[in-house]
């Protein structure tokens, strides 16, 4: 799957969850009020079940998650172990 696919179904996720528009993938979505402790918890959880990986939480960190850029970026990553 192409990194552009990845991030459009992350996009449209967050976007649906939050109820707010994200124009800019590589805006921080934690310090933008996108994302906290339990909307993380729930994006692990549709990242798993959407790309068929599983991920381990000693490899996240706050930068993991930090914009859906880098989000996208750990998706492959993660697919490609």
Request: aromatic share 8%; no cysteine.
């Amino acid at each position: 799957m192409e990194n552009d696919k990845i991030k459009l179904i992350v996009k449209e996720y967050l976007e649906k969850e939050t109820k707010r528009k994200i124009d800019d993938t590589s805006a921080n979505l934690i310090s933008g009020g996108y994302l906290d402790s339990f909307m993380i918890i729930k994006l692990i959880t549709f990242v798993e079940n959407s790309f068929e990986i599983e991920i381990d939480i000693d490899s996240i960190s706050e930068d993991s998650f930090n914009s859906i850029d880098r989000i996208t970026e750990q998706i492959v990553k993660w697919k490609n172990k």
